[in-house]
């Protein structure tokens, strides 16, 4: 299994970045997917899910508004559109995906994932 994300960047505050991830070696629609990001010197968090079906979709408070987590089934691809992005949201972001086929809803913690991606490094400057 293989996931490779990109898009990240340097980008002003109040600007916008698309970030992708394609899954390769696993029945992309049949698993849920999420992204992570870890800042220098804290711990990896949540950022935002997506069901398997694409029905449910949760964020971390801090992005909800300003971040859109949303699916392609037929390019077997994650994205998350970030606008409005404030210096607080620079990190590396991470795509994972779920470790469970089918399941209702979508899960935020780390433990629920079992493939992740390099990770793609998201600067905001002020």
């Known amino acids: 299994v293989q996931l490779q994300a990109s898009g990240g960047g340097l980008v002003q505050a109040g600007g916008s970045l698309r970030l992708s991830c394609i899954v390769s070696g696993r029945i992309f629609s049949n698993y849920g997917m999420g992204w992570f990001r870890q800042a220098p010197g804290k711990e990896r968090e949540f950022v935002a899910a997506i069901s398997w079906s694409g029905s449910s979709r949760y964020y971390e408070d801090s992005v909800q508004g300003r971040f859109t987590i949303s699916r392609g089934n037929a390019k077997d691809t994650v994205y998350l559109q970030m606008n409005s992005l404030k210096p607080e949201d620079t990190a590396v972001y991470f795509c994972?995906?779920?470790?469970?086929?089918?399941?209702?809803?979508?899960?935020?913690?780390?433990?629920?994932?079992?493939?992740w991606g390099q990770g793609t490094q998201v600067t905001v400057s002020s």
């Open positions: 994972a995906a779920d470790q469970r086929r089918f399941r209702p809803g979508v899960v935020v913690t780390t433990r629920e994932y079992d493939d």
